[in-house]
Structures are given as C-alpha cells and as structure tokens.
C-alpha cells in the first residue's frame, strides 16, 4: 500500500497482529518475544526503532514466527507459545545506505516543529540503523526507544513502593510541553563463526 510509510503501518494491516503507539507488536494478544531483521537481532528487544522508522518500501516480506524458540539450545527440549517476527530486505535495497526524512513545521502560540532522519543499511554480514528525532510539539519521542523483551523488562523492575501519579485523561502531547531530542546508532556485525556482534547506542 503506497500509504505505507513505515513497516509499523504494514503490521498493523496484518491478521492477528497489533502494533502499539510505543511499537510494541502483540501476536493473537500475547506480545513476541523476539524481532528480526533477515533473522538477526540487531535491536534487542527495542525494536520500537524499527516498526516506527525503517520504510515500509525496504521490506520485500514479513514473516510470523509461530511456536518460536528464541534460544537454539532449547528448540527441541522446551515448547513455546510465542511468536516472533521477521523482516525480509528487498534485494533491491541490500547493500545500499537509503534515508528517509520528515520535517514539520507550524504555528500555534508559538513556533512548532517536528523532525526526523533515519539512515538504514542492511548488508548479509552486517546490519546499521541510525535514528534522529526532535520536536517541541508534546510528542514523547523516547516511548519507542524502551525494550520489551523479557529480560530486559524483568531486569528495570524498581522494587520500591512509591506509586506514580495516574495520567491525566487526555493525549500525552496536550500536556507535554517539550523540547526534546532523541537519536540512536544501532549497528550488528556477523561473525564467520555465526556468533553476532551488537554495538548499539541510545
């Protein structure tokens, strides 16, 4: 669908899949526990960065991992009920660095903007996603950048007992009076032994 921009508004179309506003995708209800580009995890849980970044022009197929048993040691021991996704990269578009920019700009009582700028390569021994974002118009630009593998959620526990203040009724961005700025380098290398590199900062 040429109104598609990115690969979040393709999921979104697709049987029994749920993209949230942060990126998060759930499966027939239950969230994936992993998400894969050409079979690598580049992202490590955060993969908020792809669904809401990488173009949906780039992507040839998604594919859902049903029953998926994210650690190799454990695919013929011990059954799972989670699926996982998978993104297959146009051969047109492997090898090549392509950027896709947005910028918005208005009026209000003030000046307004919003701006964003991803690069994207995507190679069969290694993968790069660079991500820029900034606005002044209430829009939570870090929602994406949070990890929702379950490690990583088990791992951010707070064990304390200070409760946070509920949130108003209304949209975030009505009250969210920003300035803010966001950028990501994520990059993932593929060894000769099969064994993956990750260098990513957030």
């Known amino acids: ?11 979104k179309k697709m049987p029994g899949i749920d993209v949230k506003e942060s990126g998060q995708i759930t499966y027939k209800g239950k969230p994936i526990n992993k998400f894969y580009i050409e079979n690598l995890d580049m992202l490590q849980g955060r993969y908020g960065i ?5 173009s949906a022009n780039d992507i040839a197929t ?13 695919e013929k021991t011990q059954f799972s009920n989670d ?8 051969e047109s578009k492997k090898g090549i660095f392509s950027m896709m920019a947005m910028l918005g700009l208005g009026t209000d009582k003030s000046f307004l903007w919003q ?30 950048l949070r990890s929702f593998t379950a490690d990583n959620l088990i791992g951010g ?3 304390t007992g200070v409760q946070q203040p509920s949130p108003p009724s209304i949209r975030f961005e009505r009250y969210n009076f920003n300035t803010s700025h ?21």
């Not at 994520?186 to 993956?196: H, Q």
């Open 115 to 144: 701006e964003e700028l991803t690069g994207m390569y995507f190679a069969k021994g290694r993968q790069h996603l660079f991500t820029y974002k900034t606005n002044n118009n209430g829009t939570d630009v870090n929602k994406e």
């Open 62 to 74: 998604v594919q859902v991992l049903e029953n998926h048993q994210p650690i190799k040691a454990l």
């Open 157 to 159: 526990l707070q064990m």
């Open 50 to 54: 792809a669904t809401n970044n990488i």
């Open 83 to 90: 699926a996982a996704i998978n993104l297959k990269i146009k």
């Open 182 to 202: 966001a950028a990501t380098a994520n990059n993932l290398f593929k060894l000769k032994n099969d064994a993956e590199v990750n260098a990513n900062l957030i």
């Open 1 to 11: 669908d040429k109104k598609d921009i990115v690969i979040g508004d393709v999921l």
